[in-house]
DNA sequence: CCAAAAGTGTTGGTCGTACACCCATGC
DNA sequence: GCATGGGTGTACGACCAACACTTTTGG
């Protein structure tokens, strides 16, 4: 990635918000830049769109550069126009929403994960914030680029599509054998709010089992302290 | 706009969704492409992006050009990147939806009427057509590159927004004076279908008139052979 | 008087919310 | 037994669809 790019003309990159939930809190994945523009400054994983792929094609492919061996849900969320966004020159970002589970990440990512950090996400009466597991605290003007702006414009697209689109299940480690608990737990992470399990039970299983794509199993969960849960299986 | 671009490196354009509602119907302009390629064919209005300005001034530039001294609502649709979507090069297209009062438009747009023209939009089970005045019919496969996806991302996008966002209320040509049977007939023109007037009634004065955004006026409209309207007003 | 558009009222069903309560397991 | 998480039942209110009915205009 050169630090001057050419004058005349203009780019394209990819920008990813890589999304996942741990322990019941919805975290963002950045890292520190480490060459200018905004070299040490906190960012989101980008990468320029070459002449031969697609916008899409390239989140993928830089996906893989960050965390390899992950197949993510993508989704396209926004794309950044503003002319000075970028101080190399004039650099469109087409933004993608990668939805990740954690249980699947652990792998092989050593080597990424000593640069690439995952901070937990809040929104609160529209102030967003990201923190560290070591407490360390960032707030969007932080971030290099527009980044706090697209990481707002993510969390904002995610909320309002949970409860319309199958998003929520894209977090589940196995969407073929999963509890409602756990599924009440992504829920909760994205809307940073308590749900009442007795309703939530109710309205996934009235909006997906009986048009067929979500299923009881015969598996139980054996592991907790609690009664064991019946895990299901949703076709995406 | 050149035949040939250059061909080490990545162009992006603009392309517009012009939406109006007239005589109970929605409406997209689209004109005949004048030069290669597919000169002659049927295209959505499109234009590059400057080194200079953002995608969206080149969207409202583009506005300008086609339908001048109109000032139309636009939003971001989707950006369209596949690599060979256009065969002078590599162009990725940022899409917009620009929304236009049928009623704010006749004025001084009597040349560019002559180029472009509007055309209805049907799409009933997943089949797009569009349709002329004079009975000219089109499917989205004659359309110029990918344009004919392009309006069927964009038509599903206003349908399913219609009924969470205020997006309806920017087709009306006064948004400060306006019967809600008006309104009506956009909702139905947008989504092909026809509405209970009574149940249309409470559900618009119910979402917006409590929070004050939404306000009856003292009065009423004249023109008709029924009972007159009530007048009403929103904050946009 | 009749047609047409505006506007009110009613009824039955569905769905979200709050909450009481039972079930199965670990400790 | 008790805490914990899974799961059922119920009751209330909001909302939506369907439809009967009234009001005010033009012809």
């Not at 993508?74 to 589970?101: C, H, K, W």
């Not at 756990?182 to 309205?203: C, G, H, M, P």
């Not at 048009?211 to 302290?225: I, S, V």
């Not at 064991?228 to 949703?234: D, F, V």
Request: overall charge positive; aromatic content about 8%; glycine content about 8%.
């Amino acid at each position: 990635m050169p630090a001057q790019l050419q004058a005349d003309s203009l780019h394209v990159a990819v920008d990813l918000l890589i999304l996942t939930v741990r322990g019941g809190q919805l975290k963002l994945f950045i890292s520190r830049r480490p060459s200018p523009p905004y070299a040490g400054c906190w960012a989101l994983p980008g990468r320029f769109v070459g002449m031969d792929e697609s916008a899409e094609t390239a989140a993928n492919k830089l996906l893989e550069e960050m965390l390899p061996g992950n197949r993510a849900f993508l989704e396209q969320l926004y794309t950044f126009t503003d002319v000075n966004r970028d101080p190399r020159g004039r650099v469109i970002s087409v933004a993608y929403l990668a939805v990740i589970p954690w249980g699947r990440l652990q792998a092989g990512n050593k080597q990424k994960q000593e640069i690439g950090h995952w901070f937990r996400i809040i929104k609160k009466e529209r102030e967003l914030r990201l923190t560290n597991d070591s407490g360390m605290e960032l707030i969007p003007g932080d971030l290099a680029f527009d980044h706090g702006r697209i990481i707002d414009t993510g969390i904002t697209r995610i909320r309002g599509k949970i409860d319309y689109t199958d998003i929520g299940f894209r977090f589940l480690e196995n969407a073929h054998l999963f509890s409602l608990g756990e599924l009440q737990t992504v829920y909760e992470a994205i809307l940073d709010d308590k749900l009442d399990s007795s309703n939530f039970r109710r309205a996934i299983l009235n909006r997906y089992e009986k048009t067929g794509r979500l299923n009881q199993t015969d598996q139980t969960e054996k592991q907790g302290r609690g009664r064991p849960a019946a895990l299901y299986s949703i076709k995406l």
